[in-house]
Nanobody, 124 residues
Framework: QVQLVESGGGLVQAGGSLNVSCAVSGRRFTDLIMAWFRQAPGKNREFVAAIDWSGTVTYYGDSVEGRFTISRDNAANMGSLQMNMLKPEDTADYYC?????????????????WGAGTQVTVSS
C-alpha cells in the first residue's frame, strides 16, 4: 500500500515563497512519477505540476508556470514543490500523488493514491 505524507504548508504573504514536501513509502519510489494538485474551497481539484521517474521531465499548470518548481529526491523517497511569487489565488489544500505511468498526468482520474493534503494560505 502506497502512503503519501505532505508537509510544509502554512501562511505566507503575497509575493512570498513556500516549499511543500511529500514523503512516499510502500513502493519503490523510482517506479513512480509524482504530481501535485491543489483544491480551493468550492472548486475542483486542479493540476499543479508533475515530474517523471528520474526528474528529467516536468509539466506545469498554466497558472503556476514560471513560479513553481517541482523536484524529487529519489534517495530520500521524497518530492517537493517550491512555490515562489505566491498570490492569494494560490490559496488551497495541496495534495501529492503518484502513479507508475507518465501519461494523462493532468487528470485526477489517472491517480489512485493521494496524500491527506497540506494547507497553503496566501494573504494579500
Amino acid at each position: 500500500q502506497v502512503q503519501l505524507v505532505e508537509s510544509g504548508g502554512g501562511l505566507v504573504q503575497a509575493g512570498g515563497s513556500l516549499n511543500v514536501s511529500c514523503a512516499v513509502s510502500g513502493r519503490r519510489f523510482t517506479d513512480l512519477i509524482m504530481a501535485w494538485f491543489r483544491q480551493a474551497p468550492g472548486k475542483n481539484r486542479e493540476f499543479v505540476a508533475a515530474i517523471d521517474w528520474s526528474g528529467t521531465v516536468t509539466y506545469y499548470g498554466d497558472s503556476v508556470e514560471g513560479r513553481f518548481t517541482i523536484s524529487r529526491d529519489n534517495a530520500a523517497n521524497m518530492g517537493s514543490l517550491q512555490m515562489n511569487m505566491l498570490k492569494p489565488e494560490d490559496t488551497a489544500d495541496y495534495y501529492c500523488t503518484v502513479d507508475p505511468d507518465f501519461y494523462n498526468v493532468r487528470r485526477t482520474s489517472h491517480y489512485r493514491y493521494w496524500g491527506a493534503g497540506t494547507q497553503v494560505t496566501v494573504s494579500s
